[in-house]
């Protein structure tokens, strides 16, 4: 998993279950205050546009939960029996299908 692809890391966190909506809140108010693009000095917009990105996922109990059940889960695209399940439509997007079938394995 990449760097960009882990929202924990996006915003210096460790990911584990019991972290709170004002942690992360915190965090991504560190985080957008040093690299916001208005600032003096320009900030950082890519990191900001990453933490922003990051916040939106992890800003809810169960937008964590899924990231990481995400994080925990077997190597991407592949499943059990060594066949390549299709992850991505277009941009990195799963396919609904994928998305539903994983919350139900999740749930398991």
């Keep these: 998993m990449t760097h960009a692809a ?20 915190t965090a991504w108010r560190r985080i957008a205050s040093a690299t916001h693009p208005d600032r003096e000095d320009g900030g950082d917009p890519e990191r900001f546009a990453a933490a922003a990105a990051a916040y939106t996922v992890l800003r809810t109990r169960f937008g964590r939960g899924e990231v990481l059940a995400d994080l925990t889960a077997q190597p991407q695209g592949t499943s059990r029996g060594g066949r390549r399940l299709v992850m991505d439509r277009g941009h990195g997007q799963r396919s609904a299908a994928v998305t539903r079938a994983l919350a139900r394995v999740r749930r398991a």
Excluded: K, S, W
Excluded at 7 to 25: A, K, N, S
């Design 6 to 25: 882990d929202p924990f890391r996006v915003l210096g966190l460790q990911p584990r279950p019991d972290l709170t909506d004002d942690e992360v809140h």
